[in-house]
């Protein structure tokens, strides 16, 4: 089998799928898979100039608006650079892990089957971001290239089952959606035994409004207000970094919060902390929730999409309701103040990551994909599967 990964940029962003994808190629790789990772470099801008266009659906009343736009560059852009770097090679299989890579690829590799693996809602996260409106072009045009990916590829995957009924909504059948959680290499997950005097509070993300950091900080202020000492890591960069330090120093936790910046590998420094919390607005998976496990630390998340597949509130870490400073407040400090449960919870996070987010687990199942996919004879021999 000789298969290509395709990713949307370069795996070097912490969480999500640069977590998982380059050690599912090297796990194939083991099996005697040939398998390739390919990706779009930054650098490569408005290169691109072969029309493009969709059988489901016609791009062109929704033309002219910059996200748009920059979104058919951008796949035109991914063509030109698939042709040039790819030129003449051929492939048993492609896996898509973005969307515009799955389109490029089924473009170029018409006879090739494409497996293609929605992680994430580009339309949800400019909703939220306030940079298009629900309901509106930009967000009719993102959701129509649902439906022409369910024509164009072979097998449509994504992570979660909230978020597979998302898909749902814009597609002919969502029963062909397959969830596969991710799964992530134990061995990058490192749990060091330590006693902070002081609750070290971390969060990992991009600085997005989807995030809510802006909710994190207010809990904070309320926890402070309330007598109860923590320092708040903020490891991660985006465009409304300056505005949360802004509100950080407004709430008064300034000199208790850190603005790390982006980290390659925040899994490395995350065993030295001891309560995971981010209450994202919108969440497909949080894969950073499941790595914290991995890293002995108990949760806290909101009650959204992915983020409640793998919290069962008590048992495993807690969970609060979206946009509620106060509910987070009050579970931060339920952690704060009782050391034990905090442990407790953390123990059952780790034994759930270890046993649900198997990366072995991930390789068992696309495997099966893999082989419903392609042509027979081509899948390998069954017998050497990761268990």
Same mark, same amino acid.
């Given at each position: ?90 492939? /048993? ?61 072979? +097998?449509? $995957? ?48 991009? $600085? ?19 007598? +109860? ?26 000199? /208790? ?16 902390? /001891? ?105 390998? /021999? ?6």
């Amino acid at each position: 089998m000789n298969m290509l990964q395709a990713l949307f940029f370069p795996p070097e962003q912490p969480g999500g799928v640069s977590s998982m994808v380059p050690y599912i190629g090297e796990r194939f790789r083991r099996l005697g898979w040939e398998t390739e990772l390919f990706s779009l470099p930054k650098r490569i801008r408005n290169k691109g100039q072969e029309e493009v266009a969709f059988e489901t659906f016609d791009w062109r009343p929704y033309a002219g608006r910059p996200i748009v736009d920059r979104y058919l560059q951008v796949l035109k852009d991914y063509i030109w650079w698939t042709k040039l770097r790819l030129k003449d090679r051929k492939f /048993d299989l492609i896996h898509a892990h973005h969307p515009v890579a799955a389109l490029a690829m089924k473009r170029i590799y018409p006879d090739t089957p494409v497996v293609m693996t929605v992680h994430s809602s580009f339309e949800r996260e400019l909703i939220l971001n306030g940079r298009i409106k629900k309901d509106g072009p930009e967000h009719r045009f993102l959701t129509s290239i649902y439906g022409e990916l369910e024509h164009k590829t072979d +097998r449509l $995957l994504t992570v979660s089952a909230s978020f597979a009924v998302y898909l749902g909504a814009y597609l002919n059948d969502p029963g062909r959606v397959v969830v596969i959680p991710n799964g992530y290499d134990e061995r990058r997950f490192k749990p060091i035994s330590h006693e902070n005097e002081v609750a070290q509070l971390v969060t990992v993300c991009r $600085l997005v409004p989807a995030k809510g950091i802006d909710l994190l900080l207010k809990a904070c202020a309320e926890l402070q207000r309330r007598g +109860r000492k923590f320092v708040l890591h903020i490891i991660g960069d985006g465009p409304i970094r300056s505005e949360l330090e802004a509100l950080s120093q407004q709430l008064g936790i300034y000199e /208790d919060t850190i603005f790390y910046g982006y980290m390659l590998h925040p899994e490395e420094l995350m065993p030295f902390f /001891d309560i995971f919390v981010l209450p994202s607005r919108a969440e497909s998976f949080g894969s950073v929730f499941a790595e914290a496990a991995l890293c002995l630390l108990s949760l806290v998340g909101t009650d959204v999409g992915g983020i409640a597949e793998q919290i069962e509130n008590g048992v495993n870490g807690l969970l609060v309701p979206e946009e509620n400073p106060e509910a987070l407040a009050e579970a931060l400090e339920q952690l704060i103040i009782d050391p034990q449960y905090r442990y407790e919870l953390a123990r059952a996070a780790w034994n759930k990551a270890k046993k649900t987010y198997s990366l072995s687990r991930v390789i068992a199942e696309l495997k099966k994909v893999y082989a419903e996919t392609v042509p027979p004879g081509l899948e390998g /021999d069954p017998a050497r599967a990761e268990t």
